[in-house]
């Protein structure tokens, strides 16, 4: 792990650590420039900002769907630049979330586990319990 100018080295391990950053869709306009932060584990961050300052750019790139032009992006201690995002084991909620409007709340949640072939367990991961009983 290298030295940053903003955190400086760290002794233990984050969740998830990002170290100057820089991405853009054209080497010429980077979107993102020197971003580093940490989030520890089991830690709740926001992002906030105005319409186009890099939030969801920042998402997108944590979870492997845009390329990082420069920097390094630890998951859980192991570098993740290069890891597919079917790998990193990251999900991500976004303020207008979109529902399939044919399924019940239980089945939007059920969906992509099934994807993912935990057909067998989705049951013991979801309560069909409603919180207003």
């Known amino acids: 792990m290298q030295n940053t100018k903003m955190l400086g080295k760290r002794e233990s391990m984050s969740k998830l650590e990002l170290y100057n950053i820089y991405a853009g869709y054209e080497e010429s306009k ?4 020197d971003i580093s932060f940490f ?3 089991g ?6 900002g ?15 769907m845009i390329p990082i032009s420069a920097g ?18 990251i999900a991500m909620v976004f303020q207008n979330y979109a529902l399939y409007p044919t399924m019940t ?9 099934q994807n993912a ?10 309560s069909r319990a409603s919180p207003l009983n």
């Open 43 to 48: 830690e709740f961050i926001v992002l906030l």
């Open 117 to 126: 072939h935990y057909k067998k367990r989705i049951s013991t991961r979801l």
């Open 72 to 89: 390094e992006l630890y998951i859980d201690g192991v570098k993740s630049n290069d890891t597919p995002p079917r790998k990193r084991n």
């Open 39 to 41: 989030v520890e584990k």
């Open 105 to 113: 709340a239980y089945e939007n949640i059920a969906f992509p586990l």
């Open 30 to 33: 980077p979107v993102l420039k």
């Open 50 to 64: 105005t319409s186009g300052c890099g939030k969801t750019t920042i998402l997108n790139l944590i979870a492997g």
